[in-house]
């Protein structure tokens, strides 16, 4: 990924790259603060305008859904990887 790209169009990239695996398999890492990392699997089941939508394997058969921001890509607050091969879907280097 080219790091010259403005963060705008990196979020526009994003979003465009989850509509493309929309429906498939993927394996979410959340970074929720103090020291807190949860990871669960699920489907990728929707991808609006501002967030895109996880449903997600919870205890004892339930379902659940996990709404992101595509910022949380960009920051990396939340990190993406193919369920079956485990690669990440977007690597990003923030710069400060």
Do not use: W
Not at 32 to 54: D, N, T, Y
Not at 74 to 95: A, H, P
């Amino acid at each position: 990924m080219d790091n010259e790209m403005p963060p705008a169009n990196r979020i526009e990239h994003i979003r465009k790259k989850l509509e493309e695996l929309e429906g498939q398999r993927l394996r979410v890492r959340a970074n929720m603060g103090r020291s807190r990392i949860v990871e669960r699997a699920g489907v990728l089941v929707g991808v609006h305008p501002l967030l895109f939508i996880v449903e997600v394997e919870e205890r004892r058969g339930r379902l659940a859904r996990q709404s992101y921001q595509y910022v949380d890509i960009l920051t990396g607050t939340v990190e993406l990887f193919d369920s079956d091969t485990g690669e990440k879907i977007f690597d990003f280097v923030i710069e400060e």
